[in-house]
């Protein structure tokens, strides 16, 4: 970590926890926060900063806690309020910081909110609290507008009553209107119930979408794909607009009224880097996740653009970068990695990768993407999972798949399971030690019967696995004074090659080329991603140099 008395967050590295398939202690075969509790050493001594844990909240589980019914509830599924305040406080014993997941753009359909604006019908005040409108066409027969779900078909479910509301996710998650003052006032309230529990901050989930255009006009028409063309920013009816940062103000505010630089982290997806970074200005959010890193084809060129314009534009409003390569959405990196041809991510659209999957040649990307994730400057997350060198489950069977994008894309989208499937931690066969010894329950999703190789177990101690490739990294980037937050100098190489250098004494070399390439001048190398030729790093391999 930096030498300065700069703010944790600035530099810190946090683990994803999601939490129904880390750990399972009630022998339920779902994740729980018991599970979370017996696994602190384990995170203790991967050497992370702090758990962003996935939503806990009670939840008819819908969109697997994503539609939070009581806010101020844990599911008991995962376990009580009381376990939460255990776990806060033993994990800060350990050392370890915790951010629980908001989810302010919607609530479940099973919310008290929700349930009286039903009940008391069109035209309600109840119902101004989300986004209830008459529909177009005969007999308001059609939806009021063309916006789309994002998991598939529209974004307006009709009533018996004649109305419609908003969800621009599943019909399980209306959107909230965030125009009205009973909806600012209770989530400020929400954040304060969880920050005098000891929580140390907030991801917050889809931080860009609250505020709707007052009109709820059609999409606007799709711009021509221009792929290598400079990024626009789009004026859009329902994605970052504007007046967010209204919002983020007053939630800075409230984290500010509590001791120990409490802070929040954005899942908030931009058209362009400046548009990102307004949503981390000093009287906003503190940091952003930065999805162009994870977004990114295995490609020295468009990696280093996004390094730079991320560094640019966040240094510009003196906000942290933050880096991630993998999480509970998306296709597990070495999956991604591992095909002939890593494309670029389009946001907003399905990941298709083509043809199969070589995991040798993801996993060693993996391991040097790695390397070169934690020598950035500023923070990083590290997705559960990610440090066992799990790859995505692209074979689960349709039967067990439940991930609502399934059924909303007309099975053309398996979804997101494949990247949540239960953490191996131990033993031969499944459950792998997910669940305590003796369980019948079986894991919530099937894990693969070769997931032995993938177990805690099978990595701890075990020198060059990725679970000690990942603590060695840690351990130097706490000892290291040139890593975490600051700034870096990139050195000339030929193209294929990233190489930058930290101060004090250090360098980061990642080879993304085809060819061998010879190290530059070193006292010692720290650590490297795979053996290196003398001196000679090969592809997809990455070095830290001391200088
Ligand atoms: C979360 C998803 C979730 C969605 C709706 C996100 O972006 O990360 O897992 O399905 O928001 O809440």
């Keep these: ?78 376990g009580t309020v009381a376990e939460a305040e255990q776990l806060i406080e033993e994990a800060h014993r350990h050392g370890i910081r915790v951010i629980p997941d908001i989810v302010p753009n919607h609530t479940s359909d099973r919310h008290a909110w929700f349930q009286t604006a039903l009940a008391a019908g069109p035209g309600s005040p109840e119902r101004e609290r989300y986004v209830f409108r008459t529909g177009r066409g005969t007999d308001g027969a059609e939806p009021p507008n063309d916006w789309v779900s994002c998991f598939g078909g529209p974004a307006w479910t009709r009533l018996p009553d004649g109305e419609w509301y908003l969800h621009l996710f599943a019909p399980e998650q209306p959107d909230l209107n965030w125009r009205h003052p009973d909806v600012r006032a209770e989530f400020e309230s929400i954040l304060r119930f969880w920050f005098s529990r000891g929580v140390d901050g907030f991801r917050i989930d889809v931080a860009h979408g609250l505020i709707k255009h007052p009109e709820l006009p059609d999409l606007p028409p799709r711009p021509e794909a221009a792929p290598d063309g400079p990024r626009q920013h789009l004026d ?92 509970h959405d998306v296709m597990r990196h070495p999956s991604r990695y591992g095909r002939r041809v890593v494309r670029r991510w389009v946001a907003n659209e399905p990941y298709r990768p083509e043809g199969a999957v070589d995991l040798a040649l993801g996993t060693r990307r993996a391991r040097a993407a790695a390397l070169l994730m934690l020598a950035l400057p500023g923070g990083a997350y590290i997705y559960q999972g990610e440090e066992l060198g799990l790859p995505e ?46 369980t019948t329950a079986e894991p919530w999703l099937p894990q693969p019967a070769d997931w032995a190789e993938h177990s805690v177990a099978a990595h701890d101690g075990v020198e ?57 001048g070193h006292a010692s190398v720290l650590l490297a991603s795979g053996p290196l030729d003398d001196g000679v790093l090969a592809p997809d391999r990455a070095a830290w140099l001391a200088t």
Excluded at 53 to 58: D, L, S
Excluded at 490 to 519: H, I, K, M, Q
């Design 393 to 438: 489950v692209e074979d689960l069977p349709e039967s067990v798949l439940q991930d609502p994008v399934w059924e909303r894309s007309g099975h053309t989208d398996r979804g997101r399971d494949g990247c949540r499937v239960p953490i191996p931690w131990s033993g031969r066969s499944a459950p792998y030690g997910f669940s305590p010894d003796g």
């Design 1 to 78: 970590m930096s030498t300065s008395t700069a703010p944790w967050w600035r530099d810190a590295v946090i683990y994803q926890v999601y939490v129904r398939s880390f750990a399972d202690g009630n022998g339920d075969g779902v994740g729980d926060i018991a599970g979370i509790r017996s696994r602190l050493p384990y995170l203790k001594s991967l050497g992370v900063d702090a758990i962003w844990i996935n939503p806990w909240y009670e939840s008819p589980m819908a969109d697997h806690g994503y539609d939070v019914a009581d806010f101020r509830q844990i599911d008991p599924l995962f």
């Design 236 to 327: 859009h009816p329902h994605w970052d607009r504007d007046e967010v940062h209204d919002v983020y103000r007053a939630w800075r505010r409230v984290a500010d009224e509590f001791p120990g630089d409490r802070s929040f982290v954005a899942e908030a997806w931009a058209d362009t880097p400046e548009r990102l970074a307004a949503y981390v200005r000093r009287d906003g959010l503190h940091t952003a996740f930065n999805f162009d890193f994870l977004m990114s084809s295995w490609d020295a060129k468009d990696l280093r653009a996004v390094i730079d314009d991320s560094l640019a534009m966040l240094g510009a409003v003196g906000a942290p970068a933050t880096w991630v390569l993998s999480n």
């Design 464 to 520: 060059g696995s990725m679970l000690e490739l990942y603590r060695a990294a840690l351990r130097l980037r706490r000892g290291l004074p040139a890593l975490g937050d600051g700034g870096l100098a990139w050195l000339d190489t030929p193209a294929g090659v990233l190489a930058f250098r930290r101060e004090p004494e250090f360098v980061c070399v990642v080879n993304l080329s085809a060819e061998p390439y010879r190290l530059p």
